[in-house]
Nanobody, 115 residues
Framework: QVQLVESGGGVVHTGGSLRLSCEYS????????MRWYRQAPGKQREVVAI???????NYPDSVKGRFTISRNNRENMVYLQMNGLKPEDTAVYYCNSMVTGRTYWGQGTQVTVSS
């Protein structure tokens, strides 16, 4: 069983930065594919960053160059550094893990970017 707990959300002005954290409790973290998703009101949940067990990362064009995902395999942590935030980045951000054939979600953390 895996539990994910996000933290680090908040309210920032346009152009500001936030760093989200995701604490992974459970086994096989180093093998897990970790993703950050977000969901804005009235919109579908979308992936904003992925990091493989190898450390390889990928981002959609909407956040590329502004968001950076990283992981610490010794501390079972995943981070999302968000710079140059825009009002359209406002959403609930969720940590997601895919490991041993199962998918897990955190409870989400709110990010609000004011114009």
């Amino acid at each position: 069983q895996v539990q994910l707990v996000e933290s680090g959300g908040g309210v920032v002005h346009t152009g500001g930065s936030l760093r989200l954290s995701c604490e992974y409790s459970g086994s096989f973290f180093s093998n897990a594919i970790m993703r950050w998703y977000r969901q804005a009101p009235g919109k579908q949940r979308e992936v904003v960053a992925i990091i493989l067990s190898s450390g390889s990362t990928n981002y959609p064009d909407s956040v590329k160059g502004r968001f950076t995902i990283s992981r610490n395999n010794r501390e079972n942590m995943v981070y999302l550094q968000m710079n140059g935030l825009k009002p359209e980045d406002t959403a609930v951000y969720y940590c997601n893990s895919m490991v041993t054939g199962r998918t897990y979600w955190g409870q989400g953390t709110q990010v609000t970017v004011s114009s």
